[in-house]
């Protein structure tokens, strides 16, 4: 189990989304057309870049200034952080940390907190399990019922199979003849879910028992890291003549890549109580364990695999669409150890296991955005909209005049979230800043982040 919690801390240090620019967060995280943007459309490695603009700066990481600043989540011996969780009323709150250090580049001002279930009474969290002769209830300290479908991170990378997480770091290499190769390093689809199965989930709405029926909590869990190396070609095709209007420009691209992964996690566990034939809990009876927990780590497995990805850029004279598709064919293999429980009391069993899939999962991602001149500036619009094990969704714009630049947007990613930014671009130098939303994770509710970038201008 030792290792099972190393890969699941590797996953929780390094498994943050590819970092979004403060100008994309500014306009609530829309990706816009532009090399940038290569990885989930090949084509765009063809495409001119600053068509649209690029982000000037580099992110400053003002998520480290809410851990070190910010007692509740300071895990830092001697500054009132883990050092004094064993003291009464610590201030420490791990739920605080945890939000805080998935968004290193942010200042997150009202992060998560478990104070949403603190008693006043007794100054700690509290959640209470009713389990009665025939009902169960599962609320906070007023009797507030507590809904049990909690997620951190993003649950089921293993169903995306051959597709690996964003890089942590991506290197691209442009080559002769319109090739590309770019190296990667990721780390992350690191998720940890909590729901009733479906007889809990009945018995929770009606607050009724069944007999010989099992009420089971589900725990999942998922998380990958390796390295990758991806191949590519991309180039402007010849012009799409169109009737009494001007040619179509088309791109094209096409990239394969191959990875080895270094630690893999894929675990689905359940731990409930069954009811006898009168439809009661013995509190005699033990806990049911059932499910597998799946992981590989160096030096009792690995993993590997590869993919193709497709994409196709269309730009008319006022507006670009972008279409990529990425694992349009793949395959993956990763070989580990295997946990498997199966009702009875007592210890997993564990044996060599092997997780594979070949086959079409693709994720989808289409882009699209157009600049408008304005008497005094320019206002540029632009939309994206993808699926990749959920549907996702952004809108946003920006009005730059002079060395000025407003942004704002507006998006469905895992909850609604907007964005509001500035820029100013100087002699040498540029500024950018943004105030962003995300969903606070367990709780659920909207928390806001402050980011800022600098850069100089040659």
Same mark, same amino acid.
């Given at each position: ?15 943050? =989304? ?80 945890? $939000? ?22 007794? !100054? ?9 002769? $025939? ?79 099992? %009420? ?11 390295? =990758? ?30 990875? %080895? ?5 894929? !675990? ?12 009661? /809990? ?12 799946? %992981? ?63 086959? /079409? ?37 920006? %009005? ?31 500024? &950018? ?11 659920? &509710? ?13």
């Amino acid at each position: 189990m030792g290792r099972i919690a190393g890969t699941v801390v590797l996953a929780l240090m390094c498994g943050f =989304s590819l970092a979004q620019s403060v100008r994309s967060l500014g306009m609530a995280g829309l990706v816009l057309p532009g090399p940038e943007a290569a990885y989930l459309n090949p084509a765009y490695a063809a495409y001119p870049a600053g068509q649209y603009g690029s982000e000037r700066g580099l992110r400053l990481p003002l998520g480290l200034l809410g851990l070190v600043l910010r007692p509740e989540s300071n895990p830092l011996p001697g500054l009132s952080g883990l050092a004094n969780l064993t003291k009464e009323n610590s201030p420490f709150d791990f739920l605080t940390f945890y $939000n805080q250090l998935t968004y290193p580049n942010e200042f997150l001002i009202n992060p998560a907190s478990s104070k949403a279930f603190l008693n006043p009474n007794t !100054g700690y969290p509290e959640i209470q399990i009713v389990v009665e002769a $025939n009902g169960i209830q599962i609320t906070d300290y007023r009797g507030n019922p507590i809904p049990l479908d909690l997620e951190l991170g993003e649950v089921g990378v293993a169903a995306t199979k051959a597709l690996t997480p964003a890089p942590l770091l991506r290197v691209p290499f442009s080559l002769a003849d319109n090739l590309f190769l770019d190296l990667g390093i990721f780390a992350g689809g690191f998720g940890l879910g909590l729901s009733p199965n479906d007889s809990l989930r009945q018995a929770l709405r009606s607050g009724q028992l069944s007999p010989n029926s099992e %009420y089971a909590a589900v725990l999942s869990t998922s998380a990958q890291s390796g390295i =990758s190396l991806g191949f590519g070609y991309a180039a402007r095709l010849p012009d799409l003549p169109i009737p009494n209007l001007a040619p179509l420009k088309l791109y094209l691209g096409s990239r394969g890549e191959a990875f %080895y992964g270094l630690t893999y996690l894929e !675990g689905n566990l359940s731990i409930g109580l069954q009811t006898d034939s009168q439809g009661r /809990f013995d509190p005699n009876r033990p806990p049911v364990y059932r499910g597998t927990v799946f %992981y590989s780590v160096p030096g009792s497995g690995n993993g590997f695999g590869v993919r193709a990805d497709l994409g196709v850029v269309i730009e008319t004279q006022s507006a670009t669409l972008g279409l990529g598709i990425r694992n349009l064919l793949g395959f993956v293999r990763w070989s580990g150890t295997e946990l498997r429980w199966n009702g009875n009391p007592g210890d997993p069993v564990s044996s060599q296991a092997e997780r594979s899939s070949f086959g /079409f999962v693709p994720a989808i991602f289409l882009n699209a955005a157009t600049q408008v001149p304005l008497e005094a500036g320019t206002l540029l619009l632009g939309g994206d909209l993808g699926y990749q094990s959920r549907l996702y969704g952004r809108i946003g714009g920006e %009005y730059s005049f002079g060395p000025a630049r407003l942004r704002a947007g507006l998006g469905f990613d895992n909850g609604l979230r907007f964005g509001l930014g500035a820029g100013f671009v100087g002699a040498g130098f540029s500024l &950018d800043t943004a105030l962003t939303t995300h969903r606070a994770p367990i709780v659920g &509710d909207t928390v806001f982040g402050l980011a800022l970038s600098f850069g100089w201008n040659f």
